[in-house]
Structures are given as C-alpha cells and as structure tokens.
DNA sequence: AACAATATTGATAATCATTCGCAAATACAG
DNA sequence: CTGTATTTGCGAATGATTATCAATATTGTT
C-alpha cells in the first residue's frame, strides 16, 4: 500500500477536474470501488466505506454513487428484481450474466454482439447510446 | 366484436388451465392486454381496465399482472429508471429500442445475437433461462 | 338453483429502496 | 485564517409495489 498515497492524489484531481470537492466521504467511497473486483449494492458500499471513514452515512453513500456515476467514474447496474449495483469503470466494457440459482455475476464481452446492435439499430434509424445487456442462467 | 364472446370463452379457458379462477378483473385485464400495441405501465392498465370493470382497484391491478405474468400469460419489462411495463406474451420473441428523447419503445429481433448469447453462456457453463437486452438510442 | 369451501378483491396500511430538506460541518479560493 | 459555497448527517418524505384482512365472488358438489 505504499502507492495508496498516490492514489488518493489521483482521487482528488479527478474529482476537482468533475467539478466536485474532494471530502474524505468520496474519497473513501473511491477506494472501495477502486479495490472491487465484485458488483456490492449501496448496503455494501457503506460497510465498506465505513471501515476508512467510520462516521460516512447510508444517505452520503446513495448521494455520493449517483454524483460519481453522473460524472462517469463509477458504474450502476440495476439486475432484474434486485437494488441497484457498482462497479469500477476503467475497466474494458462487459456485460453480464446472473447466475439464477447463487445470484453471482459473471462478465463477458463479444464483439460480434455490439457490432450487430449497431447495425440493427442503425437500420431502424438510431444511434446506441448505451445497451443494457443480461443473460440470466443456470448451469449446465 | 363478434369473436369477443369466443375471446373471453378462450381466456377464461387459460386461467383455469393455469389453475386460476376466471374473475371479472382478470378476463379485463387479459382483454386490454390483447389488445395492446403498445407498452403499458400499471397505471395506465388500470386507466384501461376499468373502462370494462370500472370497481377494478389498482391494487388488484398489480396483482393480477404479477399472477399472469408467473403463469406465462403476460410479460413484464422494466425499462432504466422506468416503472415496470406489460405486454402479450403471444407474439414472437423480440428485444427492445429505447428513444431515449421521447420514451418511445419499438422492438426488434435478431436470431444471430440469440445465437451468440447462448454460445457464450455455453462456454461458461451456463444455459441461458432468459435475457435482457435493451438499446437506449437516439435518433439518427 | 343453492351451499359450502376456497380463492380473490378492495381498501388501506406497510415495506423497500431511494431521495429530500435543512441545520451543522467542511472544503477551498483568496 | 476567513468567508462562502458545498457537502454531510440525520430524519422525514416519496414512489412504486406488496401485504393484511374482512367482505365478496367463483367453483365443484348436491
């Protein structure tokens, strides 16, 4: 961790670069995305982030994960009949697969996929801007 | 409206094969969700429904289109940000196009994505129960 | 057609995730 | 260090959906 310095530098450049004041609340909240490797719901978050901010509050959490998505550093993902997920977003783009019976998520990514929604969309007149993609499963 | 009778005779049919009685609200609702084109929410099913049984409350509304839904007669989508909306289960499978200007929901289908999604799920271990997948657009 | 057994309804309260309002605390430009 | 605009924490409010429960309607059986 001894690069943990740097990194927190980096948090707070960005955030000023977005407009936004850099509290030890989103700080926090960065770090926690930054270290996952899993999809946490807002609960989560805030365990997590309590553990460096011990006093960070459920409301700061659900306001702070909507003003990092708007100024794109995080990503929301809200599966079927669940409350709404985070991720990192300097990752390559994915989408996903829910594993109906654990609830886990997997990641997959084709090429072949996105270039054929552009072209379908394309001919019917439209520009993605942004897909939502999900297969949910059962192991074979 | 002269096959309406034999209509209502055929839904009645399909919810006591479902091993659900044929109530007044039930058969309304089936019967505005027959005709739809478009993409409902429950609000608006209600608005319809009760031109055929006016004393239909909201509350069954949303009951009866989660027990049609759980009894393959319907299908539900919720849409980003959106309340959850209703279609026939009867025509053939599709995924949707969002206009994200107007809200506006057309649909579309591509065997070569089905194709793909169950090849990658495969290759995963996973068989694909069902999908999501939606393109928020604009207008070219 | 009338009856009992059971499912469904309507009205309303409860729940759940999320957002809001506001006074107190904090960040940051000067 | 100071003033001002942001942000936070708390709790109340919201909006969509679900649950509760007494009253009503449906169905299988006489």
Redesign the interface.
Known sequence: MTESRQQVEKMKTALRQAGLRATAQRLALLQVIAENEDHPEVEELHRRAERIDPKISIATVYRTVSVLERAGMIQRH?F?GARARYERVDKRHHDH?V??ESGEI?E?Q?N??EQ??SE???Q?????????????????
Chains 1, 2 share one sequence.
């Open positions: 809200s079927e697969i594993d109906l997997l997959f084709s072949r996929i054929l929604q379908i969309a394309s019917m007149g439209y520009d993605v801007i942004h897909h939502r993609l999900e297969l949910y499963c059962r192991k074979r």
